[in-house]
């Protein structure tokens, strides 16, 4: 018997939004808007923080070949994204994220800091504060790569949904650690199958990443994944 207390609306996890259809830019308020408006599960961002600590919205961290986490936000918001949006900002994506939303959670993918862990930790305050700040009417699913990153964010917000990327941790040990879910690459849950019983008898919830192929997606729907995290989730809506 599954004991997971999250009970999102469907199984879909539109991956950097849902960009790729109607070619959005990856990350932008247009993708964000186009997973709510599709009626996604979730809707993933990527968090990152500039040289003078604003935290902005991208996956790599360069933004037009200037390295994030070394630039001003001043100079980094002069280039613009490929449909003319501004570089957004996590407080304007929040805010976007709260317009017709029904039942998309916002999940936010702290970046790990290429700059020492005094950085990382400083990186998690800055969006603890910010969520604080604004309260969003919506649920946020934290998700990162970084151990130590998801650690202090349920030290400073112990109710926190955080999921855990990097698919070397086992469910007992995230059960342990206060952590909800094990959001892995799909080659993770095929090495270690017995994972996904475990994880079902202590109520981890199971999200994968990043499946675009439609027969894959069925086969972890039938293993009972929560979440699927796809570049498709137009397709995978319809499943
Ligand atoms: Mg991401």
């Known amino acids: 018997m599954r004991n997971v207390a999250y009970k999102p609306a469907n199984h879909i996890v539109a991956h950097r939004g849902a960009f790729k259809k109607n070619g959005f830019p990856e ?7 186009e997973a709510i408006r599709l009626g996604c599960a979730g809707s993933e ?9 604003s935290l902005v919205i991208n ?13 001003g936000y001043a100079e980094l918001i002069q280039h613009l994204l490929s449909n003319g949006e501004k570089l957004p900002t996590l407080r ?26 005094e950085r990382a930790q ?9 969520v604080k700040e604004l309260k969003p009417p919506y649920r946020i699913v934290y998700i990162s790569f970084d151990y130590n990153m998801c650690l202090h964010l349920l030290k400073r917000m112990p109710k926190a949904h955080v999921q855990y990327l990097n698919g070397d941790k086992t469910p ?3 059960k342990e650690a206060g952590i909800r879910g094990m959001d892995y690459n799909f080659s993770v849950f095929k090495k270690h199958p017995e ?18 192929d439609l027969t894959m997606m ?22």
């Open 172 to 174: 007992d040990q995230l």
């Open 27 to 33: 990350n932008s308020i247009a993708s964000l808007k």
């Open 195 to 212: 994972w996904i019983t475990r994880a079902k008898e202590l109520g981890i919830v199971l999200n994968v990443w990043t499946v675009n």
């Open 218 to 239: 069925q086969g972890f729907l039938d293993q009972g994944f929560d979440l699927i995290t796809t570049n498709e989730p137009e397709e995978g809506l319809k499943k």
């Open 45 to 53: 961002f990527d968090v990152r923080m500039s040289a003078d600590d």
């Open 59 to 71: 996956h790599d961290p360069t933004h037009n070949k200037l390295e994030i986490e070394k630039t």
């Open 122 to 130: 400083k990186i998690v305050d800055r969006v603890v504060d910010l």
């Open 92 to 117: 304007e994506y929040l805010v976007a994220g709260s317009e017709n939303n029904k039942h998309t959670d916002l999940v936010l993918e702290i970046k790990p800091s290429g700059l020492g862990s």
